[in-house]
């Protein structure tokens, strides 16, 4: 039986299961806050153009606003000043080879409970591959922390007087994980692959300038990261094909055996 045809018969039968790890995409979704003297992103509104109304008496559709890097959504390494000379570095370019690869799944959900400016350091991802094998060349890396299970957005912003607070990864470990793993990219179930405090990192927003800077890839507010195994699931993150696009919001799925 052919390759593809395993992989049908598979779904049918249930042995490997579609993950959906995207948030509700509407006008609640979160979205970051920037320091004030920064350009701000706007939130999701929908406006309907007909409802099989005068505007259109058997059809349904809407209007779509909001920024690109909105809800689960994709950043290209054209997001980032330093990647933003590289070549094949935007939505529309980047081969869709790469929007596909296994997932190592690193829980941090523990460490999270405890202390929500967790950094997942290179000590930590030692001891990750000490049990689950080295992160393979072409993985997603997804940093499970259990902050998608914050519902509310002063929750999952958390923001305070100092700035927003949430979890993410020591910069040197963004750079094994991109110069020596050669990842696709990080997803996070946080507004952004940078922790919250990251602003005031040296540099500003260490994993951005790391990730982008090497051509490779975030996902943000991902859910459902607790369905998969810690190796194991394909992740399928495609962007849409906006010409120029520095990011996009996107459905993301993995594949998972049963
Ligand atoms: C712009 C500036 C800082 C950050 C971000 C965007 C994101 O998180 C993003 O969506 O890429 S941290
Ligand atoms: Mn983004």
Redesign the pocket.
């Known amino acids: 039986m052919s390759l593809l045809s395993q992989l049908v018969d598979a779904l049918n039968a249930g042995s490997l299961r579609v993950v959906d790890l995207t948030q509700p995409l509407g006008p609640d979704t979160p979205v970051?806050d920037?320091p004030p003297i920064?350009g701000a992103?706007p939130g999701v509104t929908l406006e309907t153009i007909s409802r099989f109304d005068e505007k259109g008496p058997a059809w349904y559709w809407n209007t779509i606003t909001m920024?690109e890097?909105t809800g689960t959504?994709f950043?290209a390494p054209i997001?980032?000043i330093t990647g933003k000379d590289l070549p094949d570095n935007r939505t529309d370019t980047i081969p869709p080879r790469q929007f596909v690869g296994p997932a190592c799944v690193f829980d941090i959900t523990a460490e999270v409970a405890k202390n929500e400016d967790f950094l997942f350091t290179p000590d930590h991802l030692a001891a990750w591959e000490a049990k689950h094998g080295r992160v393979p060349k072409g993985a997603w890396v997804l940093l499970r922390s259990g902050w998608s299970a914050r519902t509310t957005k002063a929750a999952f912003l958390n923001v305070k007087a100092d700035g927003p607070h949430s979890p993410g990864f020591h910069q040197e470990t963004s750079r094994i994980l991109a110069r020596e793993r050669d990842v696709l990219g990080v997803g996070v179930e946080t507004?952004?692959?940078?922790a919250g405090q990251?602003?005031g990192f040296t540099p500003?927003?260490p994993n951005?300038t790391t990730m982008h800077g090497a051509g490779k890839f975030?996902l943000?507010s991902l859910c459902n990261l607790d369905q998969l195994p810690a190796t194991g699931a394909v992740v399928i993150a495609a962007p849409l094909k906006i010409v120029n696009g520095?990011?996009s919001p996107l459905r993301v799925l993995a594949l998972v055996a049963q």
């Open positions: 970051i920037l920064f992103s920024g890097h959504h950043d997001h980032w507004v952004g692959t940078d990251a602003g500003p927003f951005h975030g943000a520095s990011g």
